[in-house]
């Protein structure tokens, strides 16, 4: 895991967004292959083991949506002209089996970092590209990415709202299903088996900055 995405990270416990700490127990050219992160408003500790950082057991069940697993990537091009991103920096959260672009998105979006959550099986981390697994949410904090692309498996009520939760105001959440909907995101486009909202500007939502 990328050393400055610290900054972004979300304790699971339920309370407001506050800054974790890490305790680094092995580290490479910036990224964290082993140690330790802890919540400091309720004591929650996290292991990174071979570079992902855990938030807690993930329902593989969920993978079982996934039906065949030898598909072939997402379209990363088709990715990066929904997310609509211009110019280089911060983050874009890549969530289940959107994962699978990651190689191919990254050289598109350049100087970029991804973050994906809950990766299927065959999908590593590189330099630019991190990993985290958690059971039910996005361990970052609100409105701190500048793009999420959702995982046809899990075009749910649950991930899709912590999608809206997750990125910035009007910036985008790319979903590769026909389903779902998300509170505070407007759809712009669809084509089969994808659709792009954006977040309104607007948005007041809980804990929204
Ligand atoms: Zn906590």
Redesign the pocket.
């Known amino acids: 895991m990328f050393i400055e995405l610290t900054d972004l990270l979300r304790?699971?416990?339920d309370?407001a967004d506050?800054h974790l700490v890490v305790a680094t127990g092995e580290m490479r050219n910036r990224r964290i292959t082993r140690g330790m992160i802890g919540?400091p408003?309720?004591?929650?500790e996290y292991w990174v083991e071979k570079g992902v950082a855990r938030f807690g057991a993930t329902d593989r069940t969920e993978m079982t949506d996934d039906a065949d697993r030898t598909a072939a990537a997402p379209d990363a091009a088709a990715i990066h002209a929904f997310l609509g991103l211009g110019g280089p920096g911060g983050y874009v959260a890549l969530v289940g089996t959107a994962t699978r672009a990651a190689h191919a998105l990254g050289q598109l979006l350049g100087d970029v970092h991804l973050v994906g959550i809950n990766a299927p099986d065959g999908v590593f981390p590189d330099t630019m590209f991190s990993l985290l697994e958690s059971p039910g949410f996005i361990p970052l904090r609100t409105a701190s990415v500048r793009g999420v692309v959702v995982g046809g498996e899990r075009a749910n009520e649950k991930w899709l709202s912590e999608a809206a939760r997750v990125v910035l105001p009007g910036q985008r959440i790319v979903v590769l299903s026909d389903k779902g909907e998300a509170p505070g995101i407007e759809r712009m486009a669809s084509g089969p088996g994808v659709w792009v909202g954006v977040k309104r500007e607007t948005g007041k939502g809980k804990g929204e900055k």
Do not use: D, I
């Not at 408003?41 to 929650?44: F, G, L």
């Open positions: 304790c699971a416990g309370h506050g919540c408003v309720c004591n929650a």
